[in-house]
C-alpha cells in the first residue's frame, strides 16, 4: 500500500417532490439510468436531506411536480423553505451539480411553477446546471413520456459524455438486469399454511349483504401500518345519481373520533386496496401458491453494500400484523396500473420465450414509433397490469421479487366535501366526499375501472380506512370567503365549493351570535354548476335553497344534455358578462374553478377573459383583450384567481 486515497466512487443524488407518485417513478427511473452508467445512485424525497449535503455527490437530479396554486409538494417543502433562507449567501451551493426535471399541468395558469421556482433558486445559490431542465405536460397527447423519454435519452447521453467512464468499463446494457435492493423472504419459524380460508386480516369480501346496503358487498377492516393515518369509520356510502345514470357519483362520510382541524380545499387521501379475485388471479399465474398464505418478511438484498441501500419502497411493513405474500399483494402492490416503460423491462428478464423476451423489450425502447406502440398499447385501452401478465403468460416472476417488480399502491386524493357546521361528528370529525366511480369503455371495448373508487364502491357502512388529511391550494382568508366570490364547477368540481359555502355560512352564523343585532357585511356568492342532466346529477340542490338567503348564493346552471344544443359553464359565463364583470371587477372579488382538469379550465378562462372585455356598462370601463389578459394575471398574482382540477 503506498498510503494513496482510493479514489471517491462517483455518486448520483435523484431527489423527488411527489403528490401522487409521477415524480417518484421518474426519479426511480432516472437513479435506474444513473446506476447503468456506474453512478453509486440514491434516490430520496426532498424533505430527507439537507441542501448543504449536495456538494457531497458528484451529480443531484431533481424531478419535482406542481400541486396547488404553484406550489411544491408535501414532501418537498421542508427542503424548499431551508432554500429561502436570507442568510444563504450566492456561494451556498458552489460545486453542486444539477440537472431538473418538472412535472406539471398545463391547464393551470402556473404551469410546472414548483420545478421553475427551484431551478431558478439553484442558480441563484451557485449551483451549476450539467443539462438542460425538462419539463412534462399533464396534457401532453403522449403523456408523461412524451416529454420525459426524449429527455431521458439525451440526458444519458450527455452523462457519458461529460462523465466518461474508464477505459474498460462500459455501461450496463439495458438487457442485463439490475439487482432488486430489497427482496422478500420466507420468515423462517413458519413454514406451514397460515389461512386456509386465504382472506387477508381485517377484510371480508362479497359476503351476502343485508338489504339496507344491497349492492355494498365488502367490510374492510384496514390493518395497514400507513404513516400519518388517521383511522376513519364509514358512516355513508350513498349513490347520488339515478341508477340509470350513466355515471355512478357517490356521497360518502368518513368520521374520525379525534378533532381534525380542516379548510376548504383540504383533501383526504385514500389508499385503496386489490379484490381478493385479482389477486387470486395473479398467484396462480405466477405459480405462487405453495408461498402465497406463508409469512414472509421484506429484507435488504445480501449482494447490495449497506451505503447503496435506498430506504424500503414500504415504510412500517414490519409492524403489519401476519404479514403473507397474499396480504403484501392485497394491500400494497398496484397490480391493476397501467404498466410504465420500466414495468416491461424489468419482467422482460422473467421469461425464457425469445418471442415474448423480445416483444416486452420493444416496450422499453425510445424511439417515436415505439412510444407511440407504448402508448397504444398501454394508456389508451387502459391495459392493467394484470392484463399484461395474462397476454405475456410465459413470464414468471419469482416471489421474491414482487415488490420490485410491481409498482406500489399510491393513496388517491379526493377534495373535502363538506366544511362550517358539516365537519363536526359525534365527539370527533367528519369528512364528506362526492366521488364519481371511475368505469368506462375503452377503445378495446374493455370495462375500465379506477383502482381507488372501485374499492370505494363496494365498501359497506361500519368498514375502517385509514386516511391522510392533506392541505390544499386553495387557501381561502376569512375575508376572500364572506367577500364576492365566483366558484365555478362541474360535476364533483363542486366538492370543495360545497366546503366553501358551508364554511362561509359558519362564519356569517358565529358572528351573528357573537353581535346580536349587528350585521356582518358579507359580498354576494354565484355557483356555476355544470352537469348532464338536472334531474340526474344536480347534486345537492335542496342546500342551495337553505344557504342561498344566508351566504347571498345564486346559482346558475348549465346541463349540458338538457337541450338540443349543449350548454357548458363557460356559455353560462358568456351569457352574464355583466355579473361576472360586476363581481370579479368593480366589487374585486374572487374566482374559484374546480373539477376535471383539460379543456374545462382554458374554456372557462377565455370565457371570463371576454367578460372583462364586453362586461362593463359604461364602454370606457371595457379592457381590450391585452388588459383582460393581464387583469386576470392580477388576479392570480394576489390570490383571486384559483384553480383546483384533477
Known amino acids: 500500500m503506498n498510503g494513496t486515497q482510493p479514489e471517491q466512487r462517483r455518486s448520483a443524488l435523484v431527489l423527488y417532490g411527489s403528490e401522487t407518485g409521477n415524480s417518484q417513478e421518474v426519479a426511480e427511473e432516472l437513479g435506474a439510468l444513473a446506476e447503468r452508467l456506474h453512478f453509486r445512485s440514491h434516490v430520496a424525497e426532498l424533505n430527507q436531506h439537507k441542501p448543504e449535503a449536495l456538494k457531497s455527490h458528484t451529480l443531484v437530479i431533481f424531478v419535482v411536480s406542481t400541486t396547488g396554486q404553484g406550489d411544491f409538494p408535501a414532501n418537498a417543502r421542508t427542503f424548499w423553505r431551508s432554500l429561502l433562507l436570507k442568510r444563504l449567501p450566492p456561494t451556498f451551493l458552489d460545486g453542486v451539480n444539477f440537472a431538473s426535471f418538472g412535472l406539471g399541468d398545463s391547464s393551470y395558469p402556473k404551469f410546472n411553477w414548483a420545478a421553475r421556482k427551484l431551478h431558478k433558486r439553484l442558480l441563484q445559490l451557485g449551483a451549476n446546471e450539467i443539462y438542460r431542465a425538462g419539463e412534462a405536460d399533464q396534457q401532453h397527447p403522449e403523456g408523461l413520456e412524451g416529454t ?236 392493467s397490469i394484470l392484463e399484461v401478465l395474462h397476454e405475456f403468460d410465459t413470464v414468471k416472476v419469482p416471489w421474491q421479487h414482487a415488490v420490485s417488480v410491481f409498482p406500489i399502491l399510491k393513496g388517491r386524493q379526493f377534495s373535502l366535501a363538506s366544511g362550517g357546521e358539516l365537519k363536526s361528528a359525534e365527539g370527533g370529525t ?27 364502491s363496494v365498501l359497506r357502512p361500519g368498514s375502517t380506512l385509514k386516511v391522510q388529511l392533506q392541505r390544499g391550494g386553495l387557501n381561502s382568508s376569512v375575508n376572500q370567503l364572506v367577500g364576492p366570490t365566483v366558484l365555478i364547477g362541474p360535476g364533483t368540481g363542486l366538492a370543495p365549493l360545497r366546503s366553501m359555502l358551508w364554511e362561509k355560512a359558519a362564519i356569517i352564523k358565529a358572528y351573528q351570535e357573537e353581535n346580536p343585532g349587528l350585521e356582518l357585511s358579507i359580498g354576494p356568492t354565484l355557483l356555476l354548476y355544470g352537469g348532464r342532466n338536472r334531474e340526474a346529477d344536480f347534486f345537492f340542490e335542496e342546500e342551495w335553497q337553505q344557504l342561498g338567503k344566508l351566504t347571498k348564493l345564486n346559482v346558475l346552471t348549465a346541463f349540458s344534455r338538457d337541450q338540443k344544443s349543449k350548454v357548458y359553464v363557460q356559455d353560462v359565463i358568456r351569457q352574464n358578462y355583466g355579473l361576472l364583470f360586476k363581481l370579479l371587477h368593480d366589487m374585486a372579488g374572487s374566482v374559484y374553478i374546480c373539477g376535471s382538469s383539460g379543456q374545462m379550465p382554458k374554456a372557462v378562462r377565455e370565457a371570463l377573459t371576454e367578460a372583462f372585455q364586453h362586461g362593463a356598462e359604461v364602454e370606457t370601463d371595457r379592457f381590450n383583450e391585452q388588459g383582460a389578459e393581464q387583469y386576470l394575471l392580477g388576479m392570480e398574482k394576489t390570490g383571486r384567481y384559483k384553480q383546483e382540477t384533477w
Open 148 to 383: 420525459f423519454i426524449p429527455w431521458l435519452t439525451d440526458l444519458r447521453k450527455h452523462l457519458l459524455e461529460t462523465y466518461p467512464l474508464p477505459e474498460g468499463l462500459d455501461p450496463i446494457p439495458d438487457d442485463v438486469q439490475l439487482p432488486p435492493k430489497w427482496v422478500l423472504e420466507l420468515q423462517e419459524q413458519d413454514t406451514r399454511q397460515l389461512r386456509g380460508d386465504h382472506t387477508v386480516p381485517g377484510t371480508q369480501e362479497y359476503q351476502a349483504a343485508p338489504d339496507e346496503f344491497p349492492k355494498l358487498t365488502r367490510l374492510d377492516h384496514d390493518l395497514r401500518p400507513l404513516p400519518d393515518t388517521l383511522t376513519a369509520t364509514l358512516t355513508e356510502n350513498k349513490r347520488l345519481t339515478p341508477s340509470t345514470h350513466w355515471q355512478d357519483v357517490r356521497h360518502v362520510s368518513l368520521t374520525v373520533p379525534e378533532h381534525a382541524s380542516y379548510v376548504p380545499g383540504d383533501m383526504i387521501c385514500i389508499t385503496p386496496k386489490n379484490f381478493s379475485s385479482d389477486v387470486d388471479a395473479l398467484i396462480q399465474m405466477m405459480g405462487w401458491e405453495e408461498q402465497a398464505d406463508q409469512l414472509v418478511s421484506l429484507v435488504p438484498n445480501s449482494h447490495i453494500p449497506a451505503e447503496d441501500l435506498p430506504a424500503p419502497p414500504i415504510l412500517c411493513l414490519e409492524s403489519y400484523p401476519q404479514l403473507t405474500l397474499r396480504a403484501l399483494l392485497a394491500d400494497y402492490l398496484d397490480i391493476q396500473a397501467i404498466p410504465r416503460r420500466s414495468f416491461f423491462a424489468e419482467i422482460a428478464h422473467y421469461t425464457s420465450d425469445e418471442m415474448h423476451k423480445e416483444r416486452l423489450l420493444e416496450f422499453t425502447y425510445t424511439s417515436p414509433e415505439y412510444l407511440d406502440e407504448l402508448w397504444d398499447y398501454t394508456t389508451r385501452p387502459r391495459r
Open 430 to 456: 367528519k369528512f364528506e366526499l362526492l366521488i364519481a366511480i371511475v368505469k368506462y369503455q375503452t377503445v378495446i371495448k374493455k370495462i375500465r375501472q379506477g383502482v381507488c373508487t372501485r374499492y370505494i
